[in-house]
């Protein structure tokens, strides 16, 4: 047996954070002056609140983004990892979308009413994602919430069920977690009146008895799940979960969606077409529209019967399902391009090789530095885990996350020119990132590893 690598000592961490943070500060005078001058008139000084939760000391401001080149307030450059989390996981203003906004901004943006891009964007969806009936939303936290509607309505059952440690975006519904085995609302919530516990059950992602158990009632319209769990670190479905998770939802009566927002990372069809998955629903948020807010929902013929036999006996009124910029003809013109054009196999498939190698590049460098983690891997996205092993559920996720080292990780990165995510150290491949970004990436983190192992980098330049 192999004695597991030590722990870094925790003083190593505080002092690689400290330096790192220093350093950033002296780095960036223009960034920390408009975080000034923006601490005027925005919450916490951002556009968006969460934007300052990157564990820098103040917000890095961005001026330009292509491809994977990023440029910031101060004038450096950097090698983008990080693709807005996913948003612009296909690159940043790929130039077929920046054709397309300029086509369409000459033509009318939004008009309430479906325009010339509207037959073709539905086939496409359909020979896709082999779903043959869709909706546009802006977000896709507008698509999962509008798919819990019609799961609903479409059961006449009023819970849903999500995996511990999951996140599907500001879902009201789904946050719920487990803790010592029962359920709560999670801890944090602004504003949150209900006790959500009454219409949403939770179970650990990978746990079949429990689902079973959940399930049995026959009460659950719908399980919400990603088919890789990708907001917790990275959780990936023991061999055989996914049929289970399938043949029971069929067995009582239970719609299942599969949210694909992060893992359409695994293949121009997601997890779902990699993987021969047969969700009731689908959903897909973020590139879709290659930046541009836009996200998809589909689902199945069988689920199609259930919600038109609904909607012919609905009491008349608001649906309360949908919004008016939603379907809108920009994001169509910029949804057709990213389908006819990115959403295919050679695009992916470049990528995909880069992506693996990235992925034994990053184990290489854990072993050299002899480092209590492991590294996974969902098609072009790959995480460190600060863990020798991979958790099997979100609760192993979160106990293994350690914020300190991804933090301490991301700001040695970003002060070297290189942008990964600040929370678990997320890493993307796209189709315009190149070896040489990959071999960049590998040399800075030897540093970075060198640091916290105290052990000569690996990699020679
Ligand atoms: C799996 C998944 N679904 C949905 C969402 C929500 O996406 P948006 O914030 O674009 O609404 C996210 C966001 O991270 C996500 O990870």
Redesign the pocket.
């Known amino acids: 047996m192999t004695a597991s690598p030590p722990a870094i000592p925790s003083g190593r961490i505080t002092a690689m954070l400290q330096s790192e943070r220093a350093r950033f500060e002296e780095r960036n005078p223009c960034s920390g002056a408009l975080a000034q001058r923006t601490a005027a008139h925005w919450l916490r000084g951002v556009p968006m609140h969460w934007m300052v939760d990157w564990g820098t000391p103040f917000p890095l401001f961005i001026e330009a983004a292509q491809g994977v080149a990023l440029t910031d307030a101060d004038g450096h450059a950097y090698v983008d990892f990080c693709l807005g ?3 612009a996981m296909f690159g940043h203003s790929p130039p077929a979308i920046a054709d397309a906004i300029t086509r369409q901004a000459a033509r009318g943006l939004t008009t309430m009413l479906p325009g010339p891009d509207t037959a073709i964007v539905g086939e496409l969806l359909s020979r896709r994602f082999k779903l043959p009936f869709w909706q546009v939303t802006a ?4 698509a ?1 919430r509008s798919v819990i509607r019609w799961a609903r309505g479409a059961t006449g059952r009023a819970k849903i069920l999500v995996m511990q440690g999951c ?4 879902v009201d519904d789904t946050f719920v977690t487990l803790e010592n085995g029962r359920p709560r609302n999670r801890p944090g919530l602004v504003g949150e009146v209900r006790d959500v516990t009454q219409h949403t059950a939770v179970v650990e992602f990978n746990d079949i008895p429990a689902l079973e158990k959940a399930l049995a009632g026959e009460d659950i319209a719908l399980v919400l799940a ?1 088919p890789v769990m ?2 917790c670190g990275m959780v990936l479905p023991d061999p055989g979960y996914h049929d289970a998770l399938r043949a029971l939802t069929r067995k009582y009566g239970t719609l299942l969606c599969i ?1 694909e ?2 893992t359409i990372s695994s293949g121009p069809g997601g997890y779902t077409a990699t993987h021969g998955l047969d969700p009731d629903f689908f ?1 897909l ?2 590139p879709i529209a290659g930046g541009v807010p836009a ?1 998809i929902y589909g689902w199945s013929a069988p689920v199609d019967a259930l919600i038109k036999a609904y909607l012919g006996n609905r009491e008349p009124g608001y649906s309360g399902i949908g919004t008016t910029l939603s379907g809108n003809a920009l994001q169509l013109a910029c949804m057709r391009v990213v389908l006819e054009q990115i959403l295919t196999d050679d695009v992916y498939g470049a990528a995909m090789s880069l992506a693996e190698s990235l992925q034994a590049g990053l184990r290489d460098l854990i072993t050299h530095h002899n480092l209590p983690w492991s590294v996974v891997r969902v098609g072009l996205r790959a995480e460190i885990v600060a863990a020798s092993q991979l958790p099997r559920n979100g609760t192993e996720a979160l106990l293994f996350a350690h914020s300190e080292v991804e933090h301490a990780l991301h700001l040695f990165c970003l002060n070297r020119g290189v942008l990964i995510t600040p929370f678990h150290n997320m890493m993307l491949v796209c189709p315009q990132t190149r070896a040489e970004h990959v071999a960049r990436l590998l040399d800075v983190l030897d540093h970075g590893m060198s640091v916290l192992s105290s052990r000569p980098i690996m990699r020679s330049n």
């Open positions: 989390d996913t948003g977000t896709a936290s507008d999962n996140y599907h975006g500001a990603e990708t907001n949210d927002t992060h959903v948020g973020k996200a």
